[in-house]
Nanobody
Framework: QVQLVESGGGLVQPGGSLRLSCAASGSISSAVVMAWHRQAPGKQRELVGFITRSGSTNYVDSVRGRFTISRDNAKSTVFLQMNSLKPEDTAVYYC?????????WGQGTQVTVSS
């Protein structure tokens, strides 16, 4: 069983930056995919982006060029660097991992972009 704990959320002004972290209780080196999702009020949860075991990344169009996902296998941590934040990025951000065929979710961290 792996537990995922997100941190780094908060309130930021439009145009600002935040870096989210997702710390896993176990090793993530074997994770096929690790991803970030988000859910805005009244909306369905959506995929933000993911990183594969080989380090390949992909993002939803709305964040491509502004967000970057990286992983540190030695620290069992995945990061989401968010730049040029917009009010529409406001959401609860969730970490996800596919490890050994099992799916794990974190509890989420709130990101609010507002002036």
């Amino acid at each position: 069983q792996v537990q995922l704990v997100e941190s780094g959320g908060g309130l930021v002004q439009p145009g600002g930056s935040l870096r989210l972290s997702c710390a896993a209780s176990g090793s993530i080196s074997s994770a096929v995919v690790m991803a970030w999702h988000r859910q805005a009020p009244g909306k369905q949860r959506e995929l933000v982006g993911f990183i594969t075991r080989s380090g390949s990344t992909n993002y939803v169009d709305s964040v491509r060029g502004r967000f970057t996902i990286s992983r540190d296998n030695a620290k069992s941590t995945v990061f989401l660097q968010m730049n040029s934040l917009k009010p529409e990025d406001t959401a609860v951000y969730y970490c996800y991992a596919d490890i050994g065929g099992a799916q794990y979710w974190g509890q989420g961290t709130q990101v609010t972009v507002s002036s």
